[in-house]
């Protein structure tokens, strides 16, 4: 085995156990708040695979989050499907969405493409509420307490273990971003992540070595929609609720600030970024009660973490490691 | 067709404020290459030193509009110096990043310094319409158009016939070869984001008056001018100003007289057209295509 792959596969049971034994510690409350980190998680590695490994800026992936969860709404609400196989089929569906919209994002790069994707988190809501027979308008799809939510009245007994319902959104998205962050890791890790990784370093150094830019965009495009899509399934299981103001553009912004907070073309520091994004403005709000104050406590933050940590967790964490082993080590590696 | 009329002219005094904003989000694209989010919160900003000083201290409206383009001004190149200045040579996304801790805190500390509170801002121009060959047009929209303008060629002559705007074109193209020569490159950098300051407080200055003061009221005259932009081409000025009021005007004509677009879908619609603009030309209507290196 490969020290590179020994290393990531000691990682991920670390992680993989502290997500099983945090709930023994933690208030029922708090696994609420760490589900929405599982969910974010989720997220955060398809925006990765897009912006960190393959050097497309994306800043509307709100929208393929959108699209996941107006698809597990619509599936639970409408036509009866259990919340779990919502899951896969947002993530199918918002995969396509992705492949789709990266055929035309070809020909933009840089700049352009981000203000492009921005463009579509800027339009979503407004393309929700016009669209109000199929998705409920302004008012959105409201899903609390319905059968298809596991767990949202009665408690839900598995492997004789019995979840409350926060418990049971705890496990359910860290299963689905666990088993997510995996799958990423295989897919990175061979030919085709090294294509990825080509096409960032230099487009034309890629297509001389023979790697097709079409074919490898627009399939991180898919990859990482779908990832969004499955992430917005969940975020609309754990709201219970969707409207157009559930996926607003600032939830586009805050999925870059996951992203580079983490480390761009990392995994594991993701962990670090998704944490990151959901606590820390709860965290402000407890500094100052004043109105505003919270806002400018998250900025500050914000700007002083790009200072300190130029590559984001990962970048730290590499420094840390190369001072413990004073050994030769590469920066992108997870 | 007197509506049709009306209409254009009211798109082009929109189109001028979203061709200031443009402008400056061009200016800071030339200078440093990346795209400010924070831009809309600092013209916000500035609009609520000159309601503060008409309003709470009994300034008449142009000392008090002057007083708030040097505040602005200084404001700009501080904000480079201190924030910027530190990530510039970094990746792109880090810039970006920042910017958007710098837009929550602006914003952030606007609430916290004037509340959240909405608030009237008035116009220097009076609100009497005028008649021109039968069409009622507002002096308010004149006055927009007559100062955006104003701006955008008084900008264009600094940069064509003054020694620092030459330093600063040459800062822009390249930076290394400007070094060289003497010019401090730095320093124009900073220059750079103080005049899209100036810029900004403009746009949000003149929009202010037709819609009211709050945190957020540029946030989406933001997106109307990232939109501006990149019509024109990110890099081009002239670009920018000739994209803030066609897409002014057009999106007026659109939301007047495509029933399934109406109101709502204004933002929508606009953008539609602005990614397909990208699609058949990718740089932009006046952006120059570059030729990549290995």
């Known amino acids: 085995m490969r020290s590179s792959t020994a290393r990531a596969l000691g990682t991920f049971l670390l992680l993989s156990a502290a997500v099983y034994l945090l709930p023994a510690f933690v208030s029922d409350f708090r696994a609420q708040q760490f589900a929405y980190v599982g969910i974010y998680l989720t997220a955060l590695i398809g925006l990765n695979v897009l912006t960190g490994y393959t050097g497309q800026i994306s800043l509307g992936h709100g929208a393929f989050m959108a699209v996941g969860g107006y698809t597990a709404a619509i599936l639970m609400a409408d036509h009866g499907v259990k919340d779990i196989w919502t899951i896969p089929i947002a993530a199918a569906l918002a995969g396509v969405a992705g492949f789709l919209f990266g055929i035309p994002a070809l020909r933009l790069s840089g700049i352009y493409l981000a203000l492009a994707t921005f463009a579509i988190a800027v339009a979503t809501p407004a393309v929700i509420k016009k669209f109000e027979g199929f998705t409920g308008g302004g008012s959105g799809i409201n899903l609390f307490g319905i059968p298809e939510l596991t767990a949202s009245l009665t408690p839900v007994e598995i492997f004789g273990w019995e979840l409350n319902f926060n418990n049971w959104l705890y496990y359910l998205s860290w299963t689905v971003a666990l088993v997510g962050y995996v799958l990423a890791w295989l897919l990175l890790r061979g030919r085709t992540g090294r294509a990825f990784r080509a096409v960032r370093d230099s487009e034309t150094a890629a297509v001389s070595s023979g790697v097709s830019l079409a074919r490898y965009k627009t399939l991180a495009f898919g990859v990482s929609a779908a990832y969004a899509g499955a992430a917005g399934a969940l975020f609309a299981i754990a709201t219970t609720f969707v409207n157009p103001d559930t996926f607003p553009v600032a939830l586009s912004i805050i999925l870059l600030v996951g992203v580079a907070v983490g480390g761009l073309g990392s995994l594991v520091g993701l962990v670090a970024g998704a944490i990151f994004i959901q606590f820390l403005p709860l965290w402000a709000q407890n500094v100052s009660k004043s109105a505003g104050a919270p806002a400018v406590v998250y900025g500050a933050i914000l700007i002083l973490v790009m200072f300190v940590l130029p590559g984001g967790f990962a970048g730290l964490l590499a420094r840390l490691g190369s001072l413990t082993t004073r050994g030769y080590h590469r920066p992108n590696d997870s | ?294």
């Not at chain 2, 002057?66 to 792109?92: D, K, M, N």
């Not at chain 2, 801790?101 to 220097?124: A, C, H, Q, Y």
């Not at chain 2, 001018?225 to 081009?236: P, Q, Y």
């Open chain 2, 1 to 294: 067709m007197t509506e049709f009329f009306q209409q254009v002219v009211s798109g082009l005094a929109s189109g001028g404020v979203y061709g200031s904003l443009a402008l400056a989000l061009v200016l800071i694209h030339r200078a440093t290459g990346v795209i400010n989010f924070a831009q809309g919160e600092m013209a916000a900003f500035s609009t609520y030193i000159v309601w503060t000083l008409t309003t709470n201290h009994g300034w008449s409206y142009w000392p008090a509009f002057a007083a708030t383009l040097v505040v602005s001004f200084a404001g700009g190149v501080g904000i480079h110096q201190v924030v910027i200045r530190p990530v510039e040579r970094g990746s792109q996304i880090r810039v970006v990043i920042v910017t958007i801790g710098l837009l929550l805190l602006i914003n952030g500390s606007m609430t916290w310094i004037w509340s959240g509170e909405v608030r009237s801002v008035k116009s220097p121009f009076p609100t009497r319409t005028v008649d021109i060959g039968g069409v009622a047009i507002s002096l308010q929209d004149i006055g927009t158009i007559a100062v955006s303008l104003g701006t955008v060629i008084l900008l264009w002559l600094f940069f064509r016939f003054t020694k620092v705007g030459l330093a600063m074109r040459a800062s822009a193209v390249n930076p290394a070869e400007a070094r060289l020569v003497g010019v401090r490159v730095a320093w124009m950098l900073g220059l750079g984001w103080g005049l899209a300051a100036v810029l900004g407080a403009i746009a949000g200055m003149l929009t202010a008056p037709s819609v009211f003061l709050d945190p957020t009221m540029m946030q989406a005259i933001l997106i109307y001018a990232f939109a501006a932009a990149v019509l024109g081409g990110i890099d081009s000025p002239i670009g920018a100003v000739v994209g803030g009021l066609l897409l002014g005007v057009g999106l007026n004509l659109i939301g007047a007289y495509v029933d399934f677009v109406g109101a709502d879908l204004r933002l929508p619609a606009a953008l539609l057209v602005i990614l397909v603009v990208l699609l058949l030309k990718p740089a932009g209507i006046f952006g120059k295509q570059h030729v990549r290196k290995v």
